[in-house]
């Protein structure tokens, strides 16, 4: 779950050891279709190892990956983005250092499963069940997923499809940033993965975790 740090430890240890190792997990969530699954499988397989993405099949109720990104050590957990298993979402948050939500950029028309995402992803952030997403201590971050398509959206208006600026309030204006990425030739993972290191600090890791072994 994470470094074995008491609180005064993990401050102390982020202000003069920032880059000391980690150990913490990430929640990634995503509706079905988003990407989850593949990028789960890209993280595990880099491109510069094997080109061709390896097979997926859709997750059928919970993926789990260990991920080591230089000396931390990230534990990904992807529940079934399907319609009738988001109600078992909840069940892991608590587990959650920090979570990413997957959009598929490809769904631009109205109606679409972007607009769907949008409804969501606020959901989360306004559920009693789900309180940590909308809690500005527990990093979101939302990936728009399959920027290898041609035509894709820019990220402006993905941000604007989403509502990011109404779900930057309801996270008491904790930011929610948007990163590109592709299953497909891994751009973007580098990032998602650098991001997370950075803003996922051995204090939070050390109180969260103090909170679920209570």
Aim: one cysteine or more; a negative charge.
């Amino acid at each position: 779950m994470g470094a074995a740090f008491s609180s005064a430890d993990a401050v102390a240890t982020d202000l003069l050891l920032p880059n000391a190792p980690k150990i913490f997990t990430v929640v990634m969530l995503g509706l079905e279709g988003a990407g989850c699954t593949s990028l789960l499988s890209r993280l595990l397989v880099p491109t510069d190892e094997q080109p061709e993405l390896p097979p997926t099949s859709p997750t059928l109720a919970l993926d789990r990956v260990d991920v080591s990104y230089g000396s931390h050590r990230i534990h990904f957990w992807n529940p079934s983005g399907h319609e009738r298993m988001r109600n078992l979402w909840p069940l892991s948050f608590p587990h959650a250092h920090a979570f990413l939500f997957i959009v598929d950029a490809t769904s631009t028309a109205p109606a679409s499963s972007l607009d769907k995402a949008k409804e969501t992803l606020h959901g989360l952030c306004t559920s009693p069940k789900t309180w940590t997403c909308a809690d500005p201590d527990f990093p979101l971050f939302v990936l728009v997923n399959k920027i290898d398509v041609a035509g894709t959206p820019s990220l402006k208006d993905v941000a604007a499809a989403m509502d990011i600026e109404g779900l930057t309030k309801l996270r008491c204006g904790g930011e929610v940033p948007l990163l590109a990425t592709s299953a497909l030739t891994g751009a973007g993972l580098k990032s998602v993965l650098d991001s997370l290191v950075a803003r996922v600090s051995h204090y939070h890791i050390a109180t969260h975790n103090a909170r679920i072994e209570e």
